[in-house]
């Protein structure tokens, strides 16, 4: 699984890197098969000022389907990857899923399916 990660505006420490390497790996490593590469851009979006601003964009994308794009914005940047890569891994999970009942209801019928 390729793994593209950016930060803006902010340094990217190690731990943060390996914090999202860890919970993509967790998270999507049962689908594997299905993804080309993912990117992943950390941004704080108020700078010095402070807020619930941190924000943690996913781009998902995946092999003959459309790409799963994710974006949540916190003001603890773990949380908001947390919550960004479960929310990727759902929709990852529901839409290969989709595409295998598609697959198997059209082979069934005697058609031809391309993917």
Same mark, same amino acid.
């Given at each position: 699984m390729q793994i593209d990660i950016q930060a803006r505006s902010f340094p990217l420490t190690e731990a943060l890197r390996?914090?999202?390497?860890?919970?993509?790996?967790f998270v999507l490593s049962a689908r594997d098969e299905y993804i080309q590469r993912i990117v992943v851009r950390l941004s704080d979006i108020n700078g010095p000022r402070g807020g619930a601003d941190k924000c943690c964009h996913i781009q998902v994308v995946l092999n003959?389907?459309? $790409? +799963? +794009?994710?974006? $949540?914005?916190?003001a603890d940047l773990y949380a908001a990857i947390d919550r960004a890569v479960d929310r990727a891994g759902r929709t990852v999970g529901r839409r290969v899923e989709r595409q295998r009942l598609k697959m198997r209801s059209g082979v069934a019928h005697g058609q031809i399916v391309r993917i």
């Open positions: 390996r914090h999202i390497r860890r919970r993509l790996g003959h389907l459309p $790409d +799963v +794009v994710i974006k $949540d914005t916190e």
